[in-house]
């Protein structure tokens, strides 16, 4: 397979690189951004695949989808120090 590009992305639901089903990037730094935007926007992790010219693709790294659902609440009055208060204090 050859290439004017060094790095190609694509959800990882797909088990190896495939041509016309991937994202072209010039550089890891425009990979990434790629990578991370695509996770988010798909609601899916995505592979970041190096292709060397004239060589096969490899796997090079793997950016994962943050579902805001997953992240903890955040309580700014909350100083974690649950030891400090009394129990009328906290119910």
Do not use: H
Not at 1 to 13: D, K, L, V
């Amino acid at each position: 397979m050859t290439t004017e590009f060094a790095y190609a992305i694509q959800p990882c639901s797909l088990s190896e690189l495939t041509d016309g089903c991937y994202v072209a990037a010039p550089n890891m730094e425009a990979a990434k951004g790629i990578a991370m935007r695509q996770a988010q926007d798909d609601q899916a992790d995505q592979n970041v695949w190096k292709i060397p010219m004239g060589g096969e693709p490899m796997l090079w790294a793997r950016f994962y989808y943050e579902n805001p659902m997953n992240k903890p609440i955040e309580n700014p009055g909350d100083d974690g120090d649950l030891l400090a208060y009394d129990s009328r204090d906290v119910i």
